[in-house]
């Protein structure tokens, strides 16, 4: 191998890095649809001859790790010389990307002087792919139910658009023209890459970039391995469960067991939950990238993620569970149970890592959808729908966040009000954050979220709230989150409590509350700074009450702490426990 | 008699101040910030210059006094009003996370704690009509608390304000009548626009920041007074016009980032001087190292913008900073190099700065490499230490495995290639090609890296202009008092009638005039630049659309197609599109002088200044180190070739060639022989 020196190696690192935002900033500028450019849906990486990444966009954390797979699985099965020069490649198949037909991947190989050198490859969430309801149906049990299905297919053969394999993709959207528009967008962004990277070899050549890249990779493996080698051997479980699958069954279990030796980790999830009927499945490409999620939370988390990353972690996953889906398992929800996952890696190995580890969070998107025909606007239909904030966990040194969105989500911004209520036929009544939701602890859980909404056309509700059995848990003694729940008001009727429904009709004055889940605590409550209690009170987080119950501090009449009384009652709680 | 405007851009650190006479070359002078009363310095700076103030003409300045309240959290406690069920939409800040891979991820504090933000019942509907009338009973438990607990600013923010602003006026009015004293913050006179939580944090930002700002501005008023100068006092706004302190005043959160629009706005009239249209200006100081564009001869303007994670709604000019300057750090890990994002400061500063700094910078590579001389700094008032510089690069590269002079040049590498694939990575967002555009290069560090940007970038033309270091003081000189007033207007365009569009421009024409009237300007002085924010229907953000008065609609739609082709690759001619704000910029003209000398027609001083050996690509070149005062239009030489003044020094490497323009620019080229 060829020695090249560290001022070359770290132009390099640097310039791959830099390619890879430029092809986010790419697509960002090009894309159609708001979930994209705004939401940040979306995740690109710049992979070479051999599949490894060379640098990568921070997008959305949850496709951390998974492009270079679907790259590999296309060499597994068709051998790499199935790349050709000029060509581009579309693929969704839930099986081979792991996440929803949705996610559309992109992938340019590229050439250099007539060999292959490298892949430019996005993935970013398409609007519509022709499911059986707009977006993504809530109630699947079948893939084919969720849109249409894509392997590897060549959108560009040497150099030419395939007008047909196109239009079949327009044909098959209800909104075909955005989606054609932001498979553009990727294709420029592969365009970008594709720019970049023959730049970079004209400028430094090929036998330079290889040794600098191996140089790279070494580098980081040897962070990494240097991290996972300071955690002491040995086994860390941890378990919990999905509410159900969408489609009324049993809580599903989701099971952690993590083995540290040496400088290497194995995550293996046997144990967990068959393959469920509903659409809370997820391909074993995912399963991977959302494993690496919670290793990066963990590990080395400042270094920009490539080719010598991941190689300490090991996954695990046996056939047929909801984390490995075969055909013809429904994937629609597919994120659900890997937020749970993530939190879940983090609690198994917060014992050895205190300084890292966090209480876990209120879970899930927790997505409110309401659809009708808007009467102000020439009885049009409209579709509204939202992921709502919750409460994170508490860590050593500080309070978890209230009202955040949840991990695998991107740059999501909830709607302002103002803007809301221009765009759908409903009013806000209020939105705020949740008191005392928060587990307490000596450093407290984050508050979750309410928002109410008073419907003012006939509509239907769609809803996919989650994590009520297994609601954000505390660590080191720190008490469990709230659990969420969404309550309907429908004008002269019974008032209703749901979870996850599939359409049901809400007339006009009905009002809608979603409340989500708080975050975990962090330590034992009655370790808690009584001041600490009583400013958290004064803010509205805590109320007296709760401050009193949980975390046995007494305020008076005036809100200062009562001092004396807070020690009795903290030496008597002690008492009885 | 000589007449002067004069401008002055007071810094963290120090405060650069030109002066523009009737009737000779502009001057410049440099003096220690003041902290503790920020109009000390810039007096004193300015009597050196000008002996009798009485004869300055115009005044402006930058200042960073606002924005140094707010960074170091010494504004005054405010207290939120917001209407009934959407008071933490400003604690919850939109819920968005800024990071990504953090477990323990904090949002950014916010200026007023939850306890100090209060309700009133009172609603209106999306289109400003009224739902639920304003209900006083309830702010009389707020007047409580603010009398009780002393109180002195409130910002009030109430749902559609801004299609609506009766509401937030009446409780004005209410808060007025009960404590006189009070000052009052309303959301929709900081920013007519849709957003709750944008416009609310605006409205906070501006009662914080407002004692401070207001405070330091009569004390210069005043201070200026007693010395005889009898201009009126201007600063520079964040849109890049000026305006009076009296009005700045008033709304103190439109001067918060004062100093740095100065260079871009300085870049704009470069750009109508030397007929260039596109410029990728660069300020490199010590820590930071701002980027941002001119296109088309216009400064590249956003519409909001976020201070340490809290967003601000209001015009002002687009920079993006990077942490990388003359003070990053060179550091080894696991064997690979890297520069920055550390930065030694000015505090203990690089290693030659004798300071205590032990750690190698770029500075002290560049000083190591030759390319910077022990008194290049401010003329040599400020002498390097070069054995410091030596001994550190020494040191890391021993430990590295390199020998030192490739060891320094690859410090310079490395950085030149970060700030390279960073500015690459802005112009790429914006659609622009960098190849497209001449570099300007300006700050104390900007001109020695010049020309290894334009190399990473492929772009062939480089330009320093005269004056460097106060580049930005001059812009201020360069540009108009400017006030900007919105009107959210959320229609479909293909619904609106041209008399209601022409209505309510005539009606934020009407409200500039007055407000620019006031600031003495005539009538035939005062001009207004229309423009709207339109997107397609279903989109989210908008792109402001400039709208010539009366032109026709379906020009300003298809203009909008254009601009969508422009900033995201594509558009859709078929689409409906909306209006959601109509803006208006007002601008009163500011008298200059016939003509902008800024550079003496026959230089006074000789240029050379002697020469010293410096590095390029590993070999040694004898390179020839001259004076700019001493050089004028039409001066021509081929690197290498170091030019030095008192604000920065100019690197030429060997493959690159100098010359001297009409404006006493320094226009670098590479050489095509």
């Not at chain 1, 939105?431 to 003012?456: F, H, K, M, P």
């Not at chain 2, 009960?178 to 930002?205: G, K």
């Not at chain 2, 016009?241 to 700045?248: F, K």
């Not at chain 2, 293909?494 to 009606?507: P, S």
């Amino acid at each position: 191998m060829s020695k090249v020196d560290p001022i070359t190696t770290e132009i390099i690192r640097n310039a791959f890095i830099a390619i890879a935002k430029d092809m986010n900033a790419t697509l960002i500028r090009s894309a159609f649809t708001p979930v994209i450019y705004e939401g940040k849906d979306c995740s690109v990486a710049l992979i070479d001859e051999n599949g490894d990444v060379l640098g990568q966009s921070l997008g959305l954390p949850l496709f951390l790790g998974n492009l270079e797979i679907c790259v590999k699985l296309i060499a597994d099965q068709h051998g790499w010389d199935y790349f050709k020069d000029g060509d581009v490649f579309y693929m969704n198949d839930s099986y081979m990307t792991g996440t929803h037909l949705n996610d559309s991947t992109i992938i340019t190989p590229i050439f250099w002087r007539g060999r292959r050198v490298g892949f430019a490859a996005s993935r970013a969430h398409w609007l519509d792919v022709g499911a059986k309801d707009p977006g993504t149906p809530v109630d699947s049990h079948e893939i084919y139910q969720e849109g249409v299905r894509w392997g590897p297919t060549r959108l560009y053969e040497a150099g030419k658009p395939r007008d047909d394999v196109i239009n079949l993709l327009r044909l098959n959207s209800r909104f075909g023209e955005a989606t054609v528009g932001d498979m553009n967008a990727q294709i420029a962004a592969g365009r970008t890459g594709e720019q970049r990277l023959r730049a970079l070899f004209d400028r430094f050549g090929a036998k330079t970039i290889a040794a600098a890249r191996d140089e790279i990779f070494k580098q980081t493996e040897m962070r990494e391995r240097e991290a996972v080698e300071a955690l002491p051997d040995g086994e860390y479980r941890a378990e919990g469960y999905l509410d159900n699958d969408g489609l009324g069954s049993d809580p599903l279990l989701v099971k952690v067991r993590i083995t540290v030796k040496g400088n290497s980790m194995t995550l293996d999830l046997d144990g967990s939950a068959k393959q469920a009927r509903g659409p809370v499945n997820c391909g074993m490409t995912q399963t991977i990238a959302a494993a690496r999620v919670a290793y990066k939370l963990l590990i080395c988390s400042d270094v920009s993620p490539n080719g010598g990353s991941f190689r300490a972690l090991e996954v695990t996953v046996p056939r047929k569970t909801i984390f490995s889906a075969e055909e013809p398992a429904a994937c629609g929800w597919y994120f659900s149970s890997l937020g749970l996952l993530i939190d879940l890696v983090i609690k198994a190995l917060a014992p050895v890592l205190p300084d890292k580890a966090a209480g876990a969070h209120y879970g899930d998107s927790m997505v409110i959808t309401v659809a009708g025909l808007d009467p102000r606007n020439d009885n049009r239909f409209y579709l509204m729908i939202e992921p709502t904030t919750g409460g994170w966990g508490a860590f050593d040194g500080g309070d978890g966040a209230n009202s955040l969105i949840n991990n695998v989500n991107g740059s999501f911004k909830d709607l302002p009000i103002e803007i809301f209520e221009s765009k759908y036929p409903i009013q806000i009544l209020s939105y705020g954050i949740r008191q005392d939701s928060g587990g307490a602890g000596r450093y407290r859980g984050g508050n979750g979220t309410y928002r109410e909404y008073l419907v003012q056309a006939d509509s239907n509700l769609f809803l996919w709230f989650e994590r009520s059995k297994t609601t954000g848990w505390g660590i080191f003694g720190g008490a469990d989150g709230a659990a969420p729940n969404v309550i309907v008001r429908r004008p002269g009727e019974e008032t209703l409590e749901f979870l996850k429904i599939n359409g049901i009709k809400v007339g006009e004055g009905t009002v809608i509350r979603s409340v989500t889940g708080g975050g975990g605590g962090y330590g034992n409550a009655l370790e808690r700074d009584p001041k600490a209690v009583r400013e958290d009170v004064l803010d509205g987080f805590v109320s007296s009450d709760y401050a009193r119950s949980a975390y046995c501090v007494v305020l008076t009449d005036n809100l200062e702490v009562d001092i004396e009384g807070t020690s009795n009652l903290r030496t008597e709680r002690i008492g009885i426990r | 008699m000589s007449r002067y405007r004069v401008s002055a851009d007071i810094g963290g650190t120090f405060t650069d101040i030109v002066v523009e006479p009737s009737d000779g070359p502009v001057f410049i002078g440099k003096v220690a910030t003041t902290p503790d009363n920020p109009a000390g310095g810039v007096i004193n700076g300015i009597k050196d210059l000008v002996s009798d103030l009485s004869q300055v003409d115009f005044f402006v300045h930058g200042t960073t006094v606002g924005l140094n309240a707010f960074l170091e959290r010494k504004g005054q406690r405010v207290l939120l009003i917001t209407t009934a069920g959407a008071r933490d939409s400003y604690t919850i800040a939109r819920g968005n996370r800024h990071t990504l891979y953090e477990l323990r991820y904090q949002k950014p504090k916010q200026l007023v704690p939850r306890r100090d933000v209060h309700e009133v019942r009172g609603r209106l509907a999306w289109d400003g009509r009224v739902l639920e009338p304003l209900n006083r009973a309830d702010l009389e438990p707020i007047i409580e608390k603010i009398r009780n607990e002393g109180i002195k600013a409130v910002a009030v923010c109430l749902l559609h304000a801004y299609a609506y602003p009766q509401h937030e006026l009446e409780v004005r009015e209410a808060l007025a009548a009960a404590l006189p004293e009070l000052s009052v913050s309303l959301s929709h006179e900081i920013a007519r626009e849709w957003r709750e939580y944008e416009r609310a944090s605006s409205a906070v930002m501006s009662a914080y920041v407002a004692p401070v700002v207001q405070r330091y501005l009569s004390s210069l008023q005043q201070q200026l007074l007693n010395m005889n100068m009898m201009a009126q006092v201007h600063i520079m706004q964040s849109s890049g016009g000026v305006t009076t302190a009296d009005n700045a005043r008033k709304n103190p959160v439109f001067t918060l980032l004062s100093g740095p629009v100065g260079g871009t706005i300085a870049g704009t009239a470069l750009s109508a001087d030397t007929h260039r249209p596109n410029l990728l200006c660069v300020d490199m100081g010590g820590t930071s190292f701002d980027v941002s564009l001119v296109i088309d001869g216009k400064a590249n303007a956003t519409l909001e913008t976020e201070l340490e994670g809290l967003p601000l709604l209001m015009s002002i000019v687009d920079i993006h900073t990077i942490g990388t300057g003359g003070g990053s750090i060179a550091w080894l890990e696991n064997g690979a190099m890297r520069v920055g994002p550390h930065s030694a400061g000015s505090i203990p500063g690089p290693a030659c700065y004798g300071r205590g700094g032990t750690e190698p910078t770029v500075t002290d590579a560049n000083l190591f490499l030759g390319r910077l001389g022990t008194g290049s700094l401010l003329s040599g008032a400020m002498s390097l230490d070069e054995a410091a510089a030596r001994e550190a690069i020494e040191r890391l590269a021993h430990e590295a495995g390199l020998e030192r002079t490739p060891f320094a040049e690859g410090v310079l590498a490395i950085s030149n290639a970060t700030m390279a694939d960073a500015m690459r990575t802005i112009t790429v967002s914006q659609g622009v090609d960098p190849r497209e555009f001449t570099l300007v290069a300006f700050g104390g560090a900007g001109p020695m890296a010049a020309a290894f940007l334009a190399e990473e970038l492929d772009i062939g033309e480089v330009l320093v202009p005269r004056f460097p270091g106060a580049f930005s003081a001059w812009g201020m000189l360069q540009t108009d008092l400017r006030h900007d007033f919105t009107q959210s207007f959320f229609r479909r365009a293909d619904a609106v009638e041209y008399g209601v569009l022409e209505e309510c421009y005539e009606a934020l024409e009407l409200e500039g005039k007055a407000s620019v009237s006031q600031e003495g300007f005539a009538e035939k002085d005062i001009s207004y630049q229309r423009s709207a924010d339109m997107r397609y229907t279903g989109q989210e953000y908008t792109i402001n659309v400039p709208v010539p008065a009366a032109i026709d609609m379906a020009t300003t739609i298809s203009d909008f197609h254009a601009a969508h082709q422009r900033r995201y690759g594509h558009s859709n001619p078929v689409a409906p599109v909306e209006y959601v704000n109509l803006r208006v910029a007002a601008f009163g003209a500011v008298k200059k002088f016939a003509k902008t000398h800024r550079v003496s027609a026959a230089a006074k001083v000789s240029a050379a200044v002697g020469e010293r050996s410096a590095v390029f690509n590993g070999v040694a070149h004898k390179t020839p180190v001259l004076l700019r005062d001493g050089l004028s239009t039409g001066f021509r030489s081929n690197g290498p070739v170091i030019i030095e003044e008192q604000s920065a020094t100019t690197v030429v490497p060997p493959d690159w060639q100098a010359e001297v323009d009409a404006q006493g620019n320094i226009l670098l080229r590479r050489r095509s022989d």
